[in-house]
Nanobody, 127 residues
Framework: QVQLVESGGGLVQAGGSLRLSCAASGLTFSSYAMGWFRQAPGKVREFVAAISSTGLTTYYADSVKGRFTISRDNAKNTVYLQMNSLKPEDTAVYYC????????????????????WGQGTQVTVSS
């Protein structure tokens, strides 16, 4: 079966960096666009970043643009999220997700278009 397993979360001070990884199995990884979403306590899940199946196109939420970088290694079936200049408001559970439903102008940010989801990894940024 399909599995997406996130890792790399943890506790970091404001201004610090973390690198999240999401290892995929049970699917043809290179056929899927991948996304990162996050959910803070008491808040709805929100889009963070996405990357096309080839890795040539990336998308970011305005709140993380210039601080976060999404990338992928199709040979390793892994997608990454490099997070720099972290802020307390970045504190959340981060989820990776996979989709082939890349239609519509904002497909990348529409969580209902993602078919597979990981279990999430906690990121906590202290002030």
């Amino acid at each position: 079966q399909v599995q997406l397993v996130e890792s790399g979360g943890g506790l970091v001070q404001a201004g610090g960096s973390l690198r999240l990884s999401c290892a995929a199995s049970g699917l043809t990884f290179s056929s899927y666009a991948m996304g990162w979403f996050r959910q803070a306590p008491g808040k709805v899940r929100e889009f963070v970043a996405a990357i096309s199946s080839t890795g040539l196109t990336t998308y970011y939420a305005d709140s993380v643009k210039g601080r976060f970088t999404i990338s992928r290694d199709n040979a390793k079936n892994t997608v990454y999220l490099q997070m720099n200049s972290l802020k307390p408001e970045d504190t959340a559970v981060y989820y990776c997700a996979a989709t082939t439903r890349v239609y519509g102008s904002r497909w990348y940010s529409e969580d209902f278009k993602y078919t597979y989801w990981g279990q999430g990894t906690q990121v906590t940024v202290s002030s």
